[in-house]
């Protein structure tokens, strides 16, 4: 990884506005996707922060019309074609740090949604303590259709959805609106956008670091938005009922009795959704948030730590680097996955994406150590 230029010191804009650290993420054109630059910049102000008592909270927000559309991936592939797959390593190494450290972090972090939050920007807000949301935000995990996974902490906060909502989200990538976040628990708060600077304003002045304080002010500029008569929320039943299922094989087997039964667009475009996704990441990711259910939120990271570098070597697939093509590259939308379907994708073909990387010099994923005085909500995620 080279010395930051002047170029990538403003990818992230620090400000200190009374007793708030405000950081903004500025990759506008790029809808702010998380360079290398930026992810070790946010992990250097978080940890300085929380050491520093003048420093009451954390205010995360994007410039544009994004949050964060997720990670620079088409950067990690192009280090990766270009030599050696570790330069990806190291950049989710230091995303995953960040996702760690925010999920346990001893002072509030208020994510301002306003806008595209995918993959990545995700994994800056979604661990945190507040989430607010406005008639802007679209949320996404697209990365089954890309050959990767939903990672960045998402085995935990997916997993922790009522019912199998988030098996739905996460294998799909479905859309989600503010009012379905909100509904789900993605979200804690909607406030319409034009009272985003009255809300910054008077998070500022905020003068502890109590949640309950930070949360009354928010509440105070919050409002409560109806789900749409088509929203993927009104479908529970059905998404329970399918994305329970033990196998993807069966999860789709599940969806099609559904369409002979109804006549439903919902039901065939999902079915669509998930036969143009990577088998091999599918059959991942079931597995993945199955087991996450049951761990902590660094456990979940040392999983997907494990199942990211076994993506980035290529020894077991090259899906991610043909999903990239395909979606990022060329551009044609018509990757060819290989293995090309789920009946060829074993169960020690998955297996293998859980077990440690056999190579030289790599290691498990590692956090810092906590210390014992953190809030309550974050000892619970331990």
């Known amino acids: ?37 930026m992810v070790s ?44 797959w570790r330069f990806g390593a190291i950049f989710f190494d230091t995303e995953y740090k960040l996702n760690y450290l925010m999920a346990t972090y001893s002072k509030p972090q208020v994510s301002i949604l306003n806008g595209i939050v995918m993959g990545g920007g ?23 259709a890309l050959g990767l996974f939903p990672d960045v902490g998402a085995s935990y906060f997916l997993s922790r959805l009522a019912g199998f909502f988030g098996e739905y989200v996460g294998l799909t990538g479905a859309r989600l609106d503010a009012a379905e976040m909100l509904a789900c628990g993605l979200a804690t708060h909607f406030v319409p956008s034009s009272k985003l600077s009255l809300l910054e304003e ?24 109806s789900l749409k008569a088509d929203s ?10 399918c994305f329970s299922r033990k196998t993807m094989e069966e999860i789709l087997s599940s969806l099609e009795t559904e369409a002979t039964s109804k006549a439903n667009n919902w039901i065939s475009s999902t079915l669509e959704t998930l036969k143009k996704a990577s088998p091999t990441s599918l059959k991942v990711f079931l597995r ?9 939120v660094g456990q979940c990271l040392v999983l997907e730590y494990r199942i990211v570098c076994h993506i980035l070597r290529g020894h077991h697939s090259k899906d991610f680097y043909e999903g990239c093509r395909a979606i990022l590259i060329d551009k044609d939308r018509k990757p060819k996955w ?36 953190l809030p309550a909500h974050a000892i619970s995620k331990l």
């Open 338 to 373: 290989e293995p090309s379907k789920l009946e060829f994708v074993s169960d020690s073909d998955v297996d293998l994406y859980f077990s440690k990387v056999n190579a030289e010099g790599w290691k498990d994923l590692e956090f810092p150590k906590r210390f014992n005085n």
């Open 1 to 37: 990884m080279t010395s930051p230029s002047k170029l990538d010191e403003d990818q992230v804009v620090v400000e200190r506005k009374l007793s708030a650290r405000v950081l903004t993420l500025n990759r506008p054109k790029q809808l702010n996707a998380l360079s290398y630059y």
């Open 288 to 296: 993945l948030i199955r087991e996450g259910r049951l761990l902590g």
């Open 232 to 241: 993927v929320y009104h479908r529970m039943d059905i998404i329970n009922r």
């Open 41 to 84: 910049k946010l992990l250097e102000i978080f940890h300085d922060d929380e050491g520093n008592s003048d420093v009451k909270l954390v205010v995360v927000k994007g410039n544009g019309r994004a949050f964060c559309a997720g990670g620079d991936v088409a950067a990690v592939v192009r280090d990766a074609r270009g030599g050696d």
């Open 202 to 225: 008077s998070l500022c002045k905020v003068e502890n670091n109590d949640p309950v304080v930070v949360s009354a002010i928010i509440d105070k500029y919050s409002e409560q938005p």
């Open 122 to 144: 995700a994994g800056a807000s979604m661990h945190g303590r507040f989430r607010v949301v406005t008639e802007n935000t679209v949320f996404a995990m697209p990365e089954t």
